[in-house]
Structures are given as C-alpha cells and as structure tokens.
C-alpha cells in the first residue's frame, strides 16, 4: 500500500466519518484511481470508523505542516 499527495486528495472531500467499506464506494462511484480503491482495500480493518483521512495516511500534510502563519496577513 502506496500513497502520494494526489492519491489521498481523491479521498479529501469524503463526507468524513466513515467506515473502509463506505470509503472504498465513496472512492469508486467518485472516479478515482483504481490505486485509491487497492490502497483502501489493503486496510487491516476491524469495523472501524475513519474521523479524517490522516487516520488512513498518518503522513497527509494538514495546514500545521506548512510554514504559513496566517495572522501576520
């Protein structure tokens, strides 16, 4: 299981929470890569509900991660 930046952003606008079976038909009836559906479908899941694609892929870059401080504009 693989995931890049353009991968995971397929998964971004998913209406969070959700469950490995409701992401794998989210990503499915969306267009994305078939690489999304394998990666998701490679998920050692026992039930459980996703908050947020950064539990899936622990290295997605939230706004933290960028060195853009946002009250100095």
């Known amino acids: 299981m693989y995931w890049t930046l353009e991968l995971a952003s397929y998964l971004s606008d998913a209406p969070w929470p959700m469950t490995k079976a409701e992401l794998i038909d989210y990503a499915i009836r969306t267009g994305a890569p078939m ?11 026992e039930g459980e509900v996703y908050d947020a694609i950064d539990e899936i892929w622990a290295d997605y870059p939230t706004d933290e991660d960028y060195l853009w401080n946002e009250d100095e504009y």
């Open 35 to 45: 690489e999304v559906v394998e990666n998701l479908q490679a998920i050692e899941d």
